[in-house]
């Protein structure tokens, strides 16, 4: 697995996740697997093959953020400039083709949120934006075609 960066709020949400995987799911599903052992015979009992499917989901789930966690690298937001786009900061840019103005904060991809604004910094629109600077245009190639940005502001 690659390295993820991700700010320390993203780290911890990621382990929060994995405890409550762990402490919470687990049981459930071992507890799921005993009740529908305890109904006999296991070739023909669908609550056994689905609660067992279900415990190879949640131990795939729980092994890969492990993985997650294991090769994070925390980003030092201190040290996140506004000179230009970057992982982290926030721009407020304008669609040049209806006036709209939208602020986008760039993130990883497991902080990723489009409803707080939060893109991840591999998609169209922040690949297109990263390393522009105030004043600047940014042109991004997204499925309903070309969108031209203005950066308006940089923040973090």
Do not use: C, W
Not at 131 to 147: D, F, R, S, T
């Amino acid at each position: 697995m690659a390295t993820t960066y991700m700010t320390a709020e993203g780290l911890q949400k990621l382990k929060d996740e994995l405890q409550f995987l762990e402490g919470t799911e687990r049981p459930r599903v071992i507890a799921a697997i005993a009740e529908a052992r305890d109904k006999g015979d296991l070739s023909e009992n669908a609550e056994y093959d689905a609660a067992k499917e279900e415990q190879g989901h949640l131990e795939s789930k729980i092994a890969m953020l492990k993985a997650k966690i294991m090769d994070a690298r925390i980003i030092d937001e201190s040290t996140i400039k506004t000179d230009e786009v970057q992982i982290l900061t926030k721009v407020k840019v304008q669609n040049l083709k209806n006036g709209q103005e939208k602020v986008y904060q760039l993130v990883t991809e497991s902080e990723a949120n489009i409803l707080e604004g939060k893109i991840a910094v591999t998609t169209p629109i922040a690949k297109g934006l990263l390393g522009k600077k105030i004043g600047e245009i940014a042109q991004v190639q997204v499925p309903a075609g070309l969108i031209e940005f203005k950066i308006v502001e940089i923040s973090r």
